[in-house]
């Protein structure tokens, strides 16, 4: 998540702990990765793991992220845990907020290249 | 009947620009500045953008989604109402979002202009209740891919 946004309000705890664990989530980019790979079919955490250059390890710490946002939901059968997108993860509302705080971010970028410019007076 | 259900959510952006609070201020005050950060992009065509700056005043922008959008062809519109404005300090605005003819969400925007040794830090408080009307399954089939996408775009950055 950028350092410059934070959230520091207490409303609807439960859901707004969702939202920041979802950005949180998704503020990375190897998770990003794993999710949109996801969102094609479900995979194995081995799997998962191949195409990217990092340890089972560090892939298991990423699911582990992306499961308690509600992201990702994974199971284990016998010795092969398979991990699948939670397509609950982000219900419609949540989407829009997330879509809002975006749009408001792009606002305050073309805001700051307004403000680049020389001040005409 | 269709189930109506309401999420509040606040969130929280904060920016610091090399600029003084008054010219920040001025890029809200002043529309045809406003407009040009305002309004512009977001893949849509924009149709209305009339605004009255002050106590009391209301502004209104009107666009047109995008072919790239999950609901390509439908007005998405934005009523405002200044509810509270201290030049180069503050400005407090309610305002609503609107698809087609369906209410999306009703929030509380807070605007705050804090001077600095190097310009201003912006700090924008957003507290709004969303409706999540008939539109969530469509949402959630359209939404994703692009929210991804939007989102990458917007953490990526440093």
Redesign the interface.
């Known amino acids: ?2 350092g ?6 207490q ?2 705890p439960s ?2 702990v969702n ?1 920041d664990r979802v ?1 949180h989530a ?2 990375d ?1 190897t998770r ?1 990765a794993i ?2 790979r996801l ?1 094609e079919r479900p995979l194995s955490v081995s799997s998962l793991a191949q195409p990217l250059a990092i340890t089972l390890a560090a892939v298991v710490q990423h699911l582990q992220i992306l499961e308690l946002s509600g992201l990702v939901h994974s199971e284990k059968v016998g010795r092969v845990r398979t991990c699948r997108i939670e ?1 609950a993860g ?19 970028d ?7 410019e020389p ?1 005409e007076k | 009947m269709e189930e109506r259900t309401v999420t509040h959510g606040t969130f929280v952006i904060e920016r610091s620009y090399a600029v003084a609070p008054e010219r920040v201020f001025a890029a809200f005050a002043d529309p045809a500045k406003k407009r040009r950060w305002f309004a512009g992009g977001e893949g849509s065509e924009m149709e209305e953008f009339e605004m009255d700056f002050r106590v009391g005043g209301s502004e209104r922008t009107m666009r047109r989604m995008g072919p790239q959008t999950p609901f390509p062809g439908v007005a998405l519109t934005n009523d405002s109402y200044y509810e509270d404005i201290v030049p180069n300090r503050r400005v407090v605005f309610a305002y609503t979002m609107s698809l087609g003819d369906r209410r999306v969400s009703a929030s509380m925007a807070t605007v705050e202009f804090v001077r600095t040794e190097k310009g201003t830090d912006l700090i924008f408080t957003d507290q709004g209740a969303y409706f999540e009307a008939g539109d969530g399954p469509k949402m959630r089939e359209g939404g994703w891919s692009k929210l991804l996408e939007g989102l990458a775009k917007e953490l990526a950055r440093p």
Do not use: C, K, N, T
């Open positions: 998540m950028s410059r946004a934070r959230s520091r309000h409303a609807a859901r707004r939202i950005f998704l503020g980019p990003r999710v949109e969102s397509a982000l219900s419609a509302a949540e989407q829009w907020i997330s879509e809002r705080r975006a749009i408001w971010e792009r606002r305050f073309r805001l700051g290249d307004l403000l680049a001040d």
